[in-house]
Structure formats: C-alpha cells, structure tokens
C-alpha cells in the first residue's frame, strides 16, 4: 500500500528538471529567500513519515551534491495524538527497490540470465545487501532522508485522531501543522459493463450510496489499475474531488477510467475501459479538507499551459511549504469476466 504514496521531495522534483539551449546565457539574479519544505503522511494503520528539505536556487547545478544538500538533518520532529507524543529518528538510505524495479532488465541482460532470475536473486538479498549491488552499479546516487518512528517503537494512524507536528530544526526554525485521518466514507462496491461496440472491453464503475441528509465535508483521493501495475491517480477532473461535487445525490455510478498508454492499440471508444481479463482496481483514500486542497491545487496549477501561469500549493504547513496529511485508505477490486 506503501508504493502509491511513495513521491519525491519537491525541492529533488525541482532540483532533477534540466533544459537545453544553443547559446549559453549568462542570467544575473539573487538566490530565492530559503524556505523549508514538508512532505508528511500519516496512513491509517501505518507509522508516520516526514521527509524535510529545504527549496533550491533554481540555477543551481545539478548533482548528486545538490540533492543531498537540500535535506534538513538532525532537526527535532515530533508528532502528538493528544495522548501519546513520539519523536522521530532520521534514517538515511537509498531507494534501491524503486531503481532495481526500473533497471532490472537491463540487470537481467548484464548478468545474461532471464529477468525472473535476478528479481528471485535480488529479494533474497538484504536490505543493505540490495543497497550494495544497487550502489556498484550507481555510485554517485543521492540518498533518500526521512524522519521515521524509532525502531521497536509502535505509532500507528488511528482513523478520527488528529496528528500535530512540531518541527525544530538546528538553527531553530520552527514548523507546525495539523491533520486527521477521516471517518471512512466508502464506496459500495466495483462493477463493469460490456462495451457493446467493442466487445473485448468493459467499462468499470464505482457505486456511491450518500446517506439521506448528508453532512457535506467528505473529500477523497482516488486511482486506478489493473493487475500487476501501479495506481494510476488522475482522468477527468484529476484525482481529488470534494462529495459537495454531488450535494443532493443517493446513488451513483462513477466510471473509473484505466490509463491506457498511447502506444496501446485501444479503439477511441474503447479509451479508458478495462480489457476483458482484467482484474480492475481502485484505491480510495479519505482525506480532510487541508490535504484535499493541497492537492487539488498542485493537480490543478494551471503550469502546464502556456495560456496560464502556475499556481502556489495551498500548504498546511506553518513557518514553511508542503503538506502533512492524513489518509484514511481502501482498495477494492472487480474481475472483467472472458
């Protein structure tokens, strides 16, 4: 559940975009004033995580120095519940899993032996055994930082708690935020009809019931897959939506839309259905109003337009960027039938 929540920093994003041009331009311009970056998650019954940067000068050079050094070290972070306190280690490493699952054919093909090989091989491995192989073949790559709960340690998101950060860093810049894990609002279930102009497809869909005189104030993120593949968030309208979208709605059927890739040989009526075969999934996340807005405004920035100028994130987080949120979380999944 882990890897659909798996981003990351902002500031890194920013750091790895790189651009080319014929003549070299000399740009004479002041450093951006510094500020702190937040990048927090809470999952119900899972421990919290908070990786914490600092923003970059955007014509800084690009390396593995510059990423690591936008990494706030040995800052004081600590979460509350209102009855237990925890304070966060920092753990340092590199995410070898997430380079070896987009390298692993060129492994395979180095090591002249089939795929299914090397990945038996590499599992079997210990973590810092997979960090080494890793490292041999990427030396020079950043580490990842995160502020993590303290080993032997349990500190787990509770559905209806609130979770207060408090954040001091060495030079005593101080942070705070705040956010809950909601009440589940879950849907029904997943269904699927036939697409009768392209029978070899199906379209699935995600049936909502809202209670009778519904208090408006739910908000979900949400995203889609089939078998074997990663949650794709996104379609029409992006992956976030508030239930006010649907105020004096009972019963709904939602189509939920696959990411085909362009290349796919999918008919134009056939775009966004599943394959008969498929087994379709849906990973629903209920998020407060805070986490919701945040990411309705990163998906919505308007930066991708020329016609357009992007838009500030809308953060939580007080005394710097970011967003600390909390995500309530359900999966459910429906067979397409050959």
């Not at 009778?212 to 908000?219: A, D, F, V």
């Not at 405004?297 to 005394?319: H, L, M």
Request: with cysteine; charged share 20%; net charge negative.
């Amino acid at each position: 559940m882990k890897k659909f929540l798996q981003i990351l920093p902002i500031t890194i994003i920013a750091a790895i975009i790189t651009f080319s041009c014929q003549k070299e331009i000399d740009i004479k311009s002041d450093p951006l004033d510094e500020q702190l970056v937040v990048e927090g998650k809470i999952i119900k019954g899972e421990s919290p995580e908070i990786i914490l940067t600092k923003t970059g000068f955007y014509y800084d050079p690009i390396d593995a120095n510059t990423i690591e050094n936008l990494y706030i070290h040995n800052a004081s972070v600590s979460i509350s519940n209102g009855a237990t306190q925890i304070q966060l280690v920092e753990k340092c490493d590199i995410n070898a899993d997430e380079l070896f699952e987009s390298n692993k054919e060129i492994f395979a093909e180095s090591a002249g032996t089939p795929v299914a090989v090397i990945e038996a091989f590499y599992y079997s491995l210990s973590d810092a055994q997979q960090d080494s192989l890793i490292l041999s073949y990427y030396p020079d790559i950043p580490q990842s930082c995160k502020y993590l709960v303290p080993s032997g340690t349990t500190f787990i998101g509770e559905e209806g708690k609130t979770y207060n950060l408090d954040i001091v860093t060495q030079d005593n810049k101080v942070l705070s935020s705040s956010t809950t894990i909601p009440l589940g609002f879950y849907i029904d279930s997943l269904s699927y009809e036939y697409n009768e102009e392209y029978p070899g497809y199906a379209k699935v869909l995600v049936n909502l019931t809202f209670p009778p005189n519904q208090n408006l104030g739910k908000y979900v993120k949400f995203g889609s897959k089939k078998q074997d593949e990663d949650y794709f968030f996104g379609g029409i309208g992006g992956s976030v939506y508030s239930d006010a979208a649907f105020a004096g709605s009972t019963n709904l059927s939602l189509p939920l839309l696959y990411n085909s890739n362009d290349d796919d040989d999918i008919p134009f009526g056939a775009r966004g259905n599943f394959l008969k075969g498929d087994t379709a999934s849906l990973i629903w996340m209920n998020i407060d109003r805070a986490t919701y807005d945040f990411l309705y405004s990163v998906e919505n920035d308007g930066g991708a337009s020329p016609f357009s100028s992007p838009t500030k994130p809308q953060s939580n987080i007080e005394g710097g960027l970011g967003i600390w949120g909390g995500y309530n979380i359900s999966e459910y999944s429906v067979y397409i039938p050959l």
